[in-house]
């Protein structure tokens, strides 16, 4: 008797946004806490080290510390030609090209004003699934896209009349890399499809990403003929690569697998509130009024696209 092959095992169903627990909320407060200290920690790194000098590092250390954990949990996944390149994909969209525009961006403006800009990426997301036709945006949503901009056309305006291009080009930088972030939601569609454990994912995003930077490294920054920076430096390296990049994405999957992406999207909120806490207490940094004006405008706008709370007020 022969064995018969097993039928192959249903797709698993879209991940549903489920209430979240008292553990994930605090899970959740402390994962926008590491991304909006990632602007913190790149503000002090880029005083002495170039932008793809940084980013290299970033993603060299979370590397190795994602290594480490796939070696302990070993998940599942055969490597196949389509994998390797949706995670190159994901490595050029979703680490390179943002990254690296962050990192130079914040060169120029503040580390504030560069995480409310960042928050925008839902804005470009929406309007861009909308466009290629992968999820038809509801009349609210794009609304919000529209009220979103508004703020953020409402920033650059007013920049542009008090400071020139000396602002206004890292923003349209900040811009272009929530585009970047919004091209590799739409890219991720292909590992989602595929069923690729994400742990196996984001490791090989940052293998990806340390392959593609390194000759940019080599040839543009040229690290060695550079002075050693100094320690707040390279513990502010040290810090966004372990705890703002390889435990960050740890934690982005812990709460998209338990509570869904809907309130995953919650963190979109929270990141700016850390990022100019810490700008103001730790590096004197100060948002003008305008550009006050448009983060409350961004949120508005963001708060259309989530829907939850007009939602509850409908029902109330």
Partial sequence: MTDQPKPAAPPAPPMASQPMSADLWLTLGFLSMLWGGSFFFIAIAVREWPPFTIVFARVVIAAL??????????????????LVLSVLGMALFNNVVPFSLIVWAQGHIPSGLASILNATTPLFTVALLHLAGAERATPMKATGVLVGMGGVALMLA???????????????????????????????????????????????????????????????????LLPLPGTPAIMSILALGIFSTALAYILFFRVLVKAGPTNLALVTFLIPVSAILLGTLFLGERLTLSQAFGMATIGLGLGLIDGRLFRRRATT
């Avoid at 510390?65 to 389509?82: D, I």
């Avoid at 690729?196 to 690290?223: C, E, K, N, W």
């Fill in 158 to 224: 007013r920049d542009w009349g008090e400071f020139g291009a000396v602002e206004i080009i890292p923003q349209l930088a900040m811009l272009a890399a929530t585009t970047s972030y919004a091209i590799s939601g739409w890219w991720g569609r292909r590992l989602q499809k595929d069923a690729v454990p994400p742990l196996v994912a984001a490791t090989g995003q940052m293998i990806g990403s340390t392959l593609m930077l390194a000759p940019l490294v080599l040839l543009i920054d040229q690290p060695w």
């Fill in 65 to 82: 510390v994602l290594l480490a954990v796939l070696a302990v949990l070993r998940p599942a996944f055969r490597l196949e030609r389509r």
